[in-house]
């Protein structure tokens, strides 16, 4: 059984362009969470989606940020007209039945 | 406003002693503690968690400790090996919610053959 798969592992992005970063769940989990993790911090919560569905998006940015969890295909986080401070590592995480997540590698998303 | 906070960020022990990582938070509500672990370039993999309802969880060489009346957690890794040098994350969550844990800034352990 995979893991939680993450890609691309790493993205560079000029200011103002848009990142996609995708995520497959383990299979046979329903529920994905989307962390980032900046610079000497610890991982902050950004969104909790199950199949076609966002159940908690409390730690989304209220701009330029989205997240999807189609029926079919990968989760996508997508940042829209990127700036130096969306530089970080994004995880992503699935669970089952909404209890303990498993992480994948994250994707380290660099601005320049 | 931290809700959990790991004050040292990092910890240097050698190998075959106690490594002792601590973990305090803040908000009453979480009753349910997690330790994630991370190498470099890879994410966090679950270790141990405890439940509100115990003071103590242990798993091999790895012990969690409770104190709710300090708010309080810390993970003991007796005897700590160069293979547990990594970052370790204290997480708290509540279980009667969405259970998305709330994460410490994290404790880099340096294990010395």
């Known amino acids: 059984n995979a893991g939680v798969m993450q890609n691309p592992r790493h993205l560079v992005r000029r200011r103002g362009q848009e990142a996609r970063l995708r995520c497959s769940p383990m299979k046979g989990h329903s529920h994905v969470y989307w962390y980032r993790q900046l610079p000497e911090e610890g991982l902050k919560f950004m969104v909790y989606?199950?199949?076609?569905?966002?159940?908690?998006e409390s730690g989304m940015p209220k701009e330029r940020f989205s997240a999807e969890f189609p029926k079919e295909g990968p989760s996508i986080l997508r940042i829209q007209q990127v700036v130096r401070g969306d530089s970080a590592a994004y995880f992503c995480?699935?669970?089952?039945?909404?209890?303990?997540?498993?992480f994948g590698p994250g994707t380290r998303l660099t601005v320049t | 406003d931290q809700q959990v906070k790991q004050n040292s960020p990092s910890l240097s022990v050698q190998e075959g002693r106690i490594s002792i990582l601590n973990c305090d938070y803040t908000n009453s509500m979480f009753d349910y503690f997690l330790w994630y672990k991370k190498y470099p370039a890879e994410g966090p993999t679950f270790l141990i968690s405890?439940?509100?309802?115990?003071d103590k969880n242990e798993d091999g060489r790895f012990t969690v400790f409770l104190n709710k009346s300090a708010k309080h957690l810390s993970l003991h890794i007796v005897p700590s090996q160069p293979g547990d040098s990594a970052v370790y994350f204290c997480a708290a969550t509540t279980s009667g919610g969405s259970y998305i844990p709330t994460f410490g800034r994290g404790t880099s352990l340096i294990v010395h053959p």
């Open positions: 989606l199950q199949k076609e569905n966002i159940i908690d």
């Open positions: 995480a699935s669970s089952p039945f909404g209890t303990e997540q498993y």
């Open positions: 405890i439940s509100s309802i115990k």
